[in-house]
T-cell receptor, first 113, second 113 residues
Framework: AQKITQTQPGMFVQEKEAVTLDCTYD???????LFWYKQPSSGEMIFLIY??????QNATEGRYSLNFQKARKSANLVISASQLGDSAMYFC??????????FGTGTSLTVIP | NAGVTQTPKFRILKIGQSMTLQCTQD?????MYWYRQDPGMGLKLIYY???????DKGEVPNGYNVSRSTTEDFPLRLELAAPSQTSVYFC????????????FGQGTRLTVV
């Protein structure tokens, strides 16, 4: 079974609008962390935001927030006020107690002017 | 602050040749990882290490070998290169804290012809 599932291969959003990128995960480990990364066309992996399994509140980092629904095992990334520079691939990842990171297949986001 | 450094950035290999992808980090991280990213796909774990002298296989280890003689270095060896190993390779590192993200190198784009 896939540890991380991202079901949206591609998404489009109008500049200045908000967009939600979906991520579901599968684990039986009670202690885990969820991460989102951005990969622009230049190829580097940029860390965006983190959510711990025991965190009571949803994580926020500037225009990024993580909609964490533990019972549904989902960790969706919300980008508010989209900018042209947000066009990139976005990867959801999970780290379990064993310290391996598992990545999803990614979502390609295109911001339309 | 260098972070995670990978060399080379680009390489073309002929079928059957061998090479070593170098990875070094200066953050004193115990955990290091090698991933490959095929076009339009997510990251697949090749090998990982939880400390000097300790390595373990990930999802796709066939055709690769690693060693971890020091905390800083985690080279990936390709023996008898095959076209299926054409990919972008990322090295990453992290510490033992659950909420710490993986820090990535810039990637190595390898083509086997």
């Amino acid at each position: 079974a896939q540890k991380i599932t991202q079901t949206q291969p591609g998404m489009f959003v109008q500049e200045k609008e908000a967009v939600t990128l979906d991520c579901t995960y599968d684990t039986s480990d009670p202690s885990y962390g969820l991460f989102w990364y951005k990969q622009p066309s230049s190829g580097e992996m940029i860390f965006l935001i983190y959510q711990g399994s025991y965190d009571q509140q949803n994580a926020t980092e500037g225009r990024y927030s993580l909609n964490f629904q533990k019972a549904r095992k989902s960790a969706n990334l919300v980008i508010s006020a989209s900018q042209l520079g947000d066009s990139a691939m976005y990867f959801c990842a999970m780290r379990e107690s064993g310290n391996q990171f598992y990545f999803g297949t990614g979502t390609s986001l295109t911001v339309i002017p | 602050n260098a972070g995670v450094t990978q060399t080379p950035k680009f390489r073309i290999l002929k079928i059957g040749q061998s090479m070593t992808l170098q990875c070094t980090q200066d953050m004193n991280h115990n955990y290091m990882y090698w991933y490959r990213q095929d076009p339009g796909m997510g990251l697949k774990l090749i090998y990982y290490s939880v400390g000097a002298g300790i390595t373990d296989k990930g999802e796709v280890p066939n055709g690769y070998n690693v060693s971890r003689s020091t905390t800083e270095d985690f080279p990936l060896r390709l023996e008898l290169a095959a076209p299926s190993q054409t990919s972008v390779y990322f090295c990453a590192s992290t510490d033992g804290r659950r909420n710490t993200e993986a820090f990535f190198g810039q990637g190595t784009r390898l083509t086997v012809v």
